[in-house]
């Protein structure tokens, strides 16, 4: 019995070495496993990146950088720097009227220019097809390049094209039909306004007919809308069956009849109102749906939306001559006799404020002159264009800080 007692104990530590033996088993076995995945998955990523830095290294040799590729596409490309987006040297685009107006209403925030900059008067032509006192006018502007551009506005059926030594030529902008007293009108003028705006350099706006002439020379009329402190939109309240009588009672209360105003469609206007005809989005829409028919938009719009708007900006008068004093639908029409001297010179002497001042200069284009009058014109035209700004200046001008542009008074 005593032998027996005292195996019991060694018997009984073998038996938990042995149970303690079994339970570690498991864990050893997953550690061995662990280890052996271990070892395989590092020999594999060794090998991938071996595999990996030889194919990264083949392939530098045949694919150029990013930058290196974009230049190349590109190179054949004409490039279209700051120059190119600031004075649009093609007035020929494929942009919709929306995406015109949209584009042309941006504006600066910075109000320094980082290039030269020399502001130019912007001359927008509407007519049907051609220019058709278009010699006079290539008189008018010669010598004067860079300082003024020009925009035309033109039937789309016309598929003629101006020589290419006219200051007409390229400067037709993609134009819609336009007809006489039609709301269409309104549309070509913002379409005009729209890609005159795309030249940062257009600083005054003068909208012309095909029937117009300049009074004076380029030298005079620069340096008249360059000073001028206003804008030019003619504005004024006719209580009559054409005045008055023109205004829809749905157009309220955006615009009231006592707000309603009658004025010359030939309007000139500095680029901070030019921005705000093609942005405007509150009295465009009205005229659009309540000004149709016999309601002549084109005598109405502008001249309302200055009154209401731009009262303090804007000198209520036009700077275009035309003599509606035999009545009817349209105002007098000259023709190579009645167009003389003295006719000219009186068109160029009247009275008038211009920058709180009297001046003699009020007018600086005339209509409605009929092609057969270019002969007349033509006779007069290089000492008429060319000196009478000596003759004839407004009286502050002498006084006030001229241009910096320094224009010479002749060609």
Not at 143 to 149: A, L
């Given at each position: 019995m005593k032998n027996s007692n005292n195996q019991n104990p060694l018997n009984s530590v073998s038996k938990h070495m042995n149970l303690q033996l079994v339970r570690f088993l498991p864990y050893l076995f997953i550690l061995a496993f662990g280890v052996t995945i271990g070892i395989t998955i590092c020999s594999y990523l060794k090998s991938s990146s071996q595999q990996f830095t030889q194919f990264i290294g083949a392939s530098s040799q045949n694919v150029s950088p990013p930058i290196e590729k974009l230049k190349e596409s590109n190179s054949n490309l004409s490039q279209v720097g700051l120059k190119e987006f600031i004075h649009p040297s093609n007035v020929v685009h494929d942009m919709s009227d929306e995406e015109l107006l949209w584009r042309a209403s941006m504006t600066p925030k910075i109000?320094?220019?980082?290039?030269?900059?020399?502001?130019?008067?912007?001359?927008?032509?509407?007519?049907?097809?051609?220019?058709?006192?278009?010699?006079?006018?290539e008189i008018f502007f010669t010598?004067?390049?860079?300082?003024?551009?020009i925009y035309v506005h033109s039937n789309p059926s016309y598929n003629g094209s101006d020589p290419k030594t006219s200051v007409f030529h390229g400067r037709r902008i993609p134009s819609k039909v336009v007809e006489?007293?039609?709301?269409?009108?309104?549309?070509?003028?913002?379409?005009?306004l729209g890609n005159a705006l795309l030249d940062f350099s257009n600083q005054r706006f003068v909208l012309i007919s095909e029937s117009c002439i300049p009074l004076f020379n380029f030298s005079t009329i620069y340096s008249y809308l360059m000073n001028s402190t206003q804008s030019y939109v003619m504005a004024y309240d006719e209580d009559s069956?054409?005045?008055?009588?023109?205004?829809?009672?749905?157009?309220?209360?955006?615009?009231?009849?006592?707000?309603?105003?009658?004025?010359?469609?030939?309007?000139?206007?500095?680029?901070?109102?030019?921005?705000?005809?093609?942005?405007d989005r509150i009295f465009y829409p009205v005229f659009h749906d309540y000004c149709g028919g016999s309601c002549y938009a084109d005598e109405h719009y502008l001249p309302t939306f200055f009154s209401i708007m731009f009262v303090e900006k804007n000198s209520n008068r036009s700077l275009t001559w035309v003599?509606?004093?035999?009545?009817?639908?349209?105002?007098?029409?000259?023709?190579?006799?009645?167009?003389?001297?003295?006719?000219?010179?009186?068109?160029?002497?009247?009275?008038?404020?211009?920058?709180?001042?009297?001046?003699?200069?009020?007018?600086?284009?005339?209509?409605k002159f009929l092609p057969t009058s270019l002969t007349r014109l033509m006779r007069y035209a290089t000492s008429y264009l060319e000196v009478h700004v000596k003759q004839i200046r407004p009286k502050e001008l002498s006084g006030q800080k001229q241009s910096k542009l320094h224009l010479n008074d002749s060609k």
């Open positions: 109000p320094e220019y980082p290039f030269d900059r020399v502001p130019k008067v912007a001359f927008m032509f509407l007519i049907r097809d051609i220019v058709p006192l278009a010699p006079f006018w010598g004067h390049e860079g300082y003024y551009s006489w007293g039609k709301f269409n009108m309104i549309e070509a003028e913002r379409r005009l069956p054409v005045g008055r009588g023109r205004y829809n009672i749905h157009m309220s209360p955006t615009i009231t009849l006592q707000q309603w105003r009658k004025g010359s469609q030939w309007f000139e206007m500095d680029r901070e109102l030019a921005l705000e005809v093609v942005s003599d509606w004093s035999k009545g009817g639908l349209h105002p007098a029409k000259y023709v190579r006799p009645e167009v003389t001297i003295e006719f000219l010179e009186n068109l160029r002497n009247q009275q008038c404020h211009y920058n709180g001042n009297d001046t003699n200069i009020c007018f600086l284009f005339a209509r």
